[in-house]
Structure formats: C-alpha cells, structure tokens
C-alpha cells in the first residue's frame, strides 16, 4: 500500500508545498495537487517537481471540460518530463457548480467525454496523430472551421508512453467504466466499511470489461490521521468538508456528494444537513455530520485505532492510502504510518 497525502491548496499552497519534500524524506510516495476553482494545479506540481525527487506528483484532479484532450496531454507530458516520470493524471467531471460557473462550459456528457479524454491522451502519449470522430473532434472538420487541421502527433517525445490516469468517479455508470478503462480510482468521502454495498456490483462489472493490458485497478482514498489517546476531537475539523459537499456542492436534487450519503445510508442526515447547509446555517448543518462516518472514514485514535483503520481501507481495496496529518510534527506522523501501510 503506496501513502499519498492531498495538498491543502486553500490560502497560500506553496507553503503546503514547501513541506513535501521533508514528508518526501518521511516515507510520502504520492501527492496530489487539487484545482478546485483555485489556483490552477499544473503551476504548483511543476514547482514541486522541481524542489522532490522520488515522489509522485499527482493532479487530483484537472476537470475534463476547461482544458482540451490535446491540452491536458501536453500537460501531462510536459510534468511528466520535468519530473522525470513522476506524474500522476488525475481527471474527473467535477460538477455543475463549478464547471458551468466558473468556467462557462455547459456540463454534458461526462462519462463519454471522459472514456474519450482518456482515449486520447493514451494516444498522444504514445506519440499518435490524434484522430478522434467522437464528441471531440479531431482534427475539426471543414464545416465546423477551416477545414485546414490535419492529424498532429505530440512534437516532443514523451518520458513515458504511459501515464498512470486515475478518475474521479461516484455514481455507479461512471465507477463501472473507471474499473473498466482507467489505471485507477479516486472515490470521495469513503467508507471503507460500506463500500462495497455502494460499489461493489459496479467495481466488479467495469472489471469483467477491463482489458489485460491494463493493471489491477489502483484505489486511492482516506482521510484526517491523528494518532493518540486524546485525539477524537479534532474529528470535528472534518465537519466542515463534509457538510459543505454533502449540503453546499450543487442544489437540491442534483448533488452527488449527497446521492452518496444517501447510499451510505444517512438518508435522514444528508436532508437535514442540506437544508441547514443552504438556508445559510451551516454551523447547524455541520453538526448532523454523522460521527459514525467521520470515524470510519478518518484515521483518528489510538495507534493500534488507527492500526485497524488502515486495515479496514486494504480490506475495501484501497492501494494508495491518502491521509492528511493533524499533528505538530507531520513527518513524524508520516513516518509512523509508512511502517504500518509497508
């Protein structure tokens, strides 16, 4: 089991950044950089790829409507290069919210523009001429410009003509077809214990279609680790995140961090904190968090807790375990928790 940790990418990421190489020296294999309507991450993972050595540098995740195929595979081609072959490509659909208000995309389509994104940057990897009559169209037809476009392979060659891509997936469709095409899975919000109730029939049927080229599909999740007898507490700083997805990400009806409580079974829990969350208390909202999720979903307790914790994660197959230290010495908490995940 690899350990990653996310960045915290609110207030000034480069300090957040500016770190990673002593987590680096700790034990971190993985870490992954988010955009969520921020800073833009390719910026920062160059930066870190040029103050690390040895850790994978991932983007958890670049949306798949902002950028083109042909961009993003420049992005990650180009990272890959300055990093020596450390990149990692994490893509995802995100969501109304941000794409449409944000960035002033229509949010279509999302399973099949990602299978094609993915399609393509495989392709461009592989220094291809990129051809595509799908949703992207490659090069553009005559009636829809020029008609001047002809296929273009990548001009630079790549580190590696393969990249590990994993996607950013919660409804069933677009677990399946992660499972079925992708190199890995970056689930959010989870809990170990009621995965495969949520998941399980979709994991199982994207990998009855996966293709031998492809490896075991990667699993990358967790949470908050705190290690002590004390430490159950600072459970609470996680309220926040999750009452703003499960109450604040999207409307009511069209929220998939609430489809997902939902599932977990905290029907009663995910109205009342949506409705708190958009009336405006959001205190209150936080409060309904159920602390049976917070447990199960964060690595907070006594050593052998947190012991068992993990185990809980390997047994829902999670290979890459992301935790985010609540400590005053992160790398030593890094460092404790390496020798249990090795």
Same mark, same amino acid.
Not at 127 to 150: H, I, N
Not at 294 to 312: F, H, K, T, W
């Given at each position: 089991?690899?350990?990653?940790?996310?960045?915290? &990418?609110?207030?000034?990421?480069?300090?957040?950044?500016?770190?990673?190489?002593?987590?680096?020296?700790?034990?971190?294999?993985?870490?992954?950089?988010?955009?969520?309507? #921020?800073?833009?991450?390719?910026?920062?993972?160059?930066?870190?790829?040029?103050?690390?050595?040895?850790?994978?540098?991932?983007?958890?995740? *670049?949306?798949?409507?902002?950028?083109?195929?042909?961009? *993003?595979?420049?992005?990650?081609?180009?990272?890959?290069?300055?990093?020596?072959?450390?990149?990692?490509?994490?893509?995802?659909?995100?969501? @109304?919210?941000?794409?449409?208000?944000?960035?002033?995309?229509?949010?279509?389509?999302?399973?099949?523009?990602?299978?094609?994104?993915?399609?393509?940057?495989?392709?461009?990897?592989?220094?291809?001429?990129?051809?595509?009559?799908?949703?992207?169209? *490659?090069?553009?037809?005559?009636?829809?410009?020029?008609?001047? #476009?002809?296929?273009?392979?990548?001009?630079?060659?790549?580190?590696?003509?393969?990249?590990?891509?994993?996607?950013?997936?919660?409804?069933?469709?677009?677990?399946?077809?992660?499972?079925?095409?992708?190199?890995?899975?970056?689930?959010?919000?989870?809990?170990?214990?009621?995965?495969?109730?949520?998941?399980?029939?979709?994991?199982?049927?994207?990998?009855?279609?996966?293709?031998?080229?492809?490896?075991?599909?990667?699993?990358?999740?967790?949470?908050?680790?705190?290690?002590?007898?004390?430490?159950?507490?600072?459970?609470?700083?996680?309220?926040?995140?999750?009452?703003?997805?499960?109450?604040?990400?999207?409307?009511?009806?069209?929220?998939?961090?609430?489809?997902?409580?939902? =599932?977990?079974?905290?029907?009663?829990?995910?109205?009342?904190?949506?409705?708190?969350?958009?009336?405006?208390?959001?205190?209150?909202?936080?409060?309904?968090? @159920?602390?049976?999720?917070?447990?199960?979903?964060?690595?907070?307790?006594?050593?052998? &807790?947190? =012991?068992?914790?993990?185990?809980?994660?390997?047994?829902?197959?999670?290979?890459?375990?992301?935790?985010?230290?609540?400590?005053?010495?992160?790398?030593?908490?890094?460092? =404790?928790?390496?020798?249990?995940?090795?």
């Amino acid at each position: 089991m690899k350990l990653s940790m996310q960045l915290v &990418y609110a207030g000034n990421p480069r300090e957040s950044a500016d770190q990673v190489s002593d987590l680096e020296k700790a034990g971190l294999d993985t870490v992954w950089v988010a955009e969520p309507y #921020g800073f833009d991450a390719p910026t920062l993972m160059g930066y870190l790829a040029a103050k690390t050595e040895t850790i994978e540098i991932a983007a958890g995740i *670049l949306n798949i409507y902002s950028r083109t195929p042909g961009a *993003l595979l420049q992005t990650v081609a180009g990272l890959d290069n300055v990093s020596g072959g450390r990149a990692v490509l994490g893509l995802g659909a995100s969501g @109304p919210q941000v794409i449409e208000g944000f960035h002033g995309v229509p949010y279509d389509k999302p399973l099949a523009r990602t299978r094609e994104v993915v399609e393509i940057i495989r392709m461009g990897l592989r220094r291809e001429a990129l051809v595509s009559d799908g949703l992207y169209k *490659l090069p553009l037809p005559a009636g829809q410009g020029t008609g001047l #476009g002809k296929p273009l392979k990548l001009l630079n060659k790549p580190e590696r003509s393969e990249v590990p891509i994993f996607i950013a997936a919660l409804g069933p469709k677009s677990v399946q077809a992660t499972a079925e095409y992708a190199d890995g899975w970056l689930p959010f919000l989870f809990h170990p214990e009621k995965a495969h109730t949520v998941w399980g029939d979709a994991l199982a049927a994207g990998r009855a279609e996966r293709p031998d080229t492809l490896g075991p599909l990667e699993i990358s999740a967790g949470g908050m680790v705190a290690i002590g007898e004390d430490v159950k507490g600072l459970l609470d700083f996680m309220r926040p995140m999750y009452a703003l997805y499960v109450g604040g990400m999207g409307a009511r009806g069209k929220n998939f961090y609430n489809d997902l409580a939902c =599932q977990y079974g905290y029907e009663k829990e995910a109205k009342e904190i949506q409705d708190l969350y958009l009336d405006g208390h959001k205190r209150d909202a936080e409060a309904k968090v @159920p602390l049976e999720w917070l447990e199960a979903g964060n690595l907070v307790g006594p050593a052998s &807790y947190v =012991q068992e914790r993990i185990a809980a994660f390997r047994e829902a197959g999670v290979t890459n375990l992301q935790v985010s230290p609540a400590s005053d010495d992160p790398a030593g908490t890094i460092t =404790q928790v390496k020798e249990w995940v090795s």
